[in-house]
């Protein structure tokens, strides 16, 4: 990313890789879905400690800390993902098979996607990345306003893809 990206406000790779809860590396090793965290921000904020049911995420004190994740202690559960009011919180499988990675994420536009659907992912700036499909779709009331999506993109782009492309509205 370039500089132009950071005063965009989205984290360039640096500033991501500093990011306590930043687990890219460890999710590159890992069987299943594990949390990543793009949170850099020493605001007062802990939610995704408070939902995870595993203990695997730690703010602490003072609540400004940035989170932290236990690798060891995640699941995969993804009762992070909706909860985080940043939209800073992702479930990474880097291997689903066949060359195909997965990335869970919030979504709060509408339409909602189906599974099924074709999409196009994103970076963190919203630009194109590559092809994907849906694969799960939660809409809950536990998670008010936000669903949250899962697509399956080919794993080259795993450290890119954070979003798919808003889908477009009934007569745009």
């Known amino acids: 990313m370039g500089m132009t990206d950071h005063f965009a406000g989205v984290l360039t790779q640096e500033e991501l890789r500093r990011s306590t809860g930043y687990t890219m590396d460890a999710a590159m090793k890992h069987n299943g879905a594990l949390v990543v965290i793009e949170c850099n921000e020493d605001i007062p904020c802990n939610p995704c400690e408070t939902v995870c049911p595993f203990g695997a995420i730690t703010v602490g004190e003072p609540i400004t800390n940035t989170p932290v994740v236990a690798v060891e202690k995640c699941n995969g559960c993804g009762q992070c993902v909706a909860i985080c009011p940043g939209l800073a919180v992702f479930l990474v499988n880097h291997d689903v098979g066949g060359g195909m990675s997965e990335l869970t994420f919030p979504y709060e536009y509408l339409p909602t996607p189906v599974k099924g659907s074709k999409v196009t992912a994103t970076d963190r700036a919203g630009r194109d990345v590559c092809d994907a499909e849906v694969t799960k779709v939660i809409s809950t009331k536990q998670y ?10 080919p794993a080259e782009h795993i450290e890119n893809v954070r979003g798919i492309r808003r889908l477009p509205v009934c007569g745009e």
């Open 144 to 153: 008010s306003l936000t669903n949250v999506i899962t697509i399956r993109f």
